[in-house]
């Protein structure tokens, strides 16, 4: 934090003239190193990264979903030269409010059912934008990390997640045996998925609530070309098994319009977020993160993994 607190003194006094009245760490997300920063007229977010790409997506993507009538924020500052401080960075300006992961246990019926549809509306725009025909992460600056076939980006994933779960011994032989499972009976589905972008990174952050209604999207460094169904998996299973968190994402899926072949396959990728969440426990990414096994929550995540296999009947071995 100490280094970090001196780099964003020395940006914010460059651009605003003034030194920042404090500099607070938001301790979600892993990407970046990301700090609310208060100035005399405003309160901003200093966003940091030694990777060029992922402020850049936001660059590139903020315009866009401003032409599609989405709240984001304004980029005020950025720089990835380099000179001023050692890392690139971007200063945004601040969107009032709490992310969805914590505040929707307060959440009344009707704005969980409301929030549904603006989400649902979301996809909808940006399904919209333009897609290559290939599949995977979109950065800004050209930066790709794509595919020929939806098919390999999934097994890339699980490749990725086994590699990280048998490096930390968080995966066992029946946590690779449902990722294998899975793989298997979905793969002819993934052969057929044709790429459309979406929004990937849009469950329990980086959707901001104020006074209990939607009132802006964060951290829009990646869009993704793929199955927008993967998205709402990973909404799915961020409340998975709680009464608030289903009618959320029922609301999502009969605004949509989804039926029960869909349906199977959000909760697919319900389970192949879960095993990818369970195989970053133990992976330092940045300051939000540490290189030690919560075992605690490790053993969460697979009960969790486990219930999800057994309502798809993938069996563990």
């Known amino acids: 934090m100490s280094d970090h607190k001196k780099m964003i003194e020395t ?3 460059s651009h605003f003239k003034e030194l920042p009245k404090f500099i607070r760490r938001i301790t979600i997300g892993i990407s970046n190193e990301v700090y609310e920063v208060g100035l005399r007229s405003q309160v901003v977010i200093a966003r940091l990264s030694p ?12 315009p866009k979903f401003k032409a599609l009538g989405i709240k984001v924020p304004e980029i005020l ?6 000179r001023d401080i050692p890392l690139a960075y971007q200063i945004q300006s601040k969107i009032e409010g709490y992310d969805l992961g914590e505040v929707i246990e307060a959440l009344s019926d009707d704005e969980l059912k409301a929030l549904g549809k603006e ?10 934008l333009p897609s290559s ?3 995977g992460l979109i950065w800004g600056g050209g930066e790709e990390e794509v595919s020929d076939s939806w098919t390999e980006r999934m097994k890339i994933w699980l490749e990725e997640s086994k590699e990280r779960g048998l490096k930390t011994g968080v995966m066992d032989s029946e946590m690779k045996a449902i990722g294998e499972g899975l793989y298997g ?5 993934f052969d057929s998925v044709k790429p459309i972008t979406y929004y990937g990174d849009i469950s329990s952050k980086n959707i901001m609530i104020q006074n209990g209604v939607f009132n802006g ?13 993967e ?18 994402t029922r609301a999502i899926m009969d605004e949509l319009g989804l039926d029960q072949v869909q349906r199977e396959v959000v909760l697919m990728y319900a389970l192949l977020n879960k095993i990818a969440e369970s195989a970053e426990n133990g992976i330092q990414f940045n300051e939000n993160t540490r290189d030690e096994v919560n075992w605690e929550k490790a053993k969460a995540c697979k009960a969790v993994i486990k219930r999800v296999a057994g309502e798809l009947k993938i069996r563990s071995g």
Do not use: C, M, N
Request: no cysteine; glycine share 8%; net charge positive.
């Open 11 to 13: 940006v914010v006094f």
């Open 51 to 62: 990777y060029d790409k992922y402020l850049r997506g936001s660059h590139d993507h903020i």
């Open 77 to 82: 500052v950025e720089d990835y030269s380099k």
């Open 119 to 128: 989400v649902a509306s979301i996809f909808k725009k940006v399904s919209t």
């Open 133 to 135: 025909d290939k599949f």
């Open 185 to 189: 009976r979905y793969k002819a589905y």
């Open 217 to 229: 999207l964060v951290d829009l460094d990646g869009l993704t070309q793929g199955d927008p169904l």
């Open 231 to 248: 998205a709402i998996g990973r909404i799915q299973i961020a409340w998975y098994g709680t009464r608030y968190g289903e009618l959320y």
